[in-house]
């Protein structure tokens, strides 16, 4: 399995604990904050990406992503999500988006390279498996962080 430790959803709760490891604070913090995110994001969108994901967790999960994005629009973050960061080190974006994909493994989708889990990587990697593709290998020269695996 690529998720490590014993729970697959271990894929999100790495993502927490590189949040909640930050130690500065300010535009420095925020900024490691939005890379992480963004790793998170184009792992999950590519997963979600496919033609055989559900469309309405696509689109779910594609608003939360929107909604809690930490990143600015233009110069200005969104304040309540700032501030919330700032102060305990939790991104609602990485809840949310872990949230939706424990949504999405009860509900036991099977598809062409097995059954949908709550692990993007773990999707992600059987469908490179069954498809030929190397995806992983791609977003993992891109986004190392989010992208190890326990292999």
């Not at 697959?8 to 995110?37: K, N, Y």
């Not at 997963?47 to 994901?53: N, W, Y």
């Not at 992983?136 to 326990?150: N, P």
Request: include cysteine; charged fraction near 35%.
């Amino acid at each position: 399995m690529l998720c490590k430790g014993d729970k697959v959803t271990a894929f999100f709760d790495d993502l927490a604990h590189e949040v909640e490891a930050i130690q500065e604070t300010g535009d420095d913090f925020l900024q490691q904050v939005e890379m992480i995110e963004d790793g998170a994001i184009h792992i999950v969108s590519t997963v979600t990406g496919d033609r055989e994901f559900p469309e309405d967790e696509r689109e779910y999960i594609q608003g939360v992503i929107a909604r809690y994005k930490v990143s600015p629009i233009g110069n200005v973050y969104n304040k309540r999500l700032r501030n919330a960061v700032e102060a305990d080190h939790v991104s609602m974006l990485i809840e949310g988006i872990h949230s939706a994909f424990h949504a999405l493994a009860s509900r036991r989708i099977e598809c062409r390279f097995g059954r949908l889990t709550d692990c993007p990587r773990d999707i992600l990697t059987r469908r490179d498996d069954h498809d030929g593709t190397d995806l992983v290998e791609e977003l993992r020269k891109h986004f190392g962080h989010a992208v190890e695996d326990s292999r």
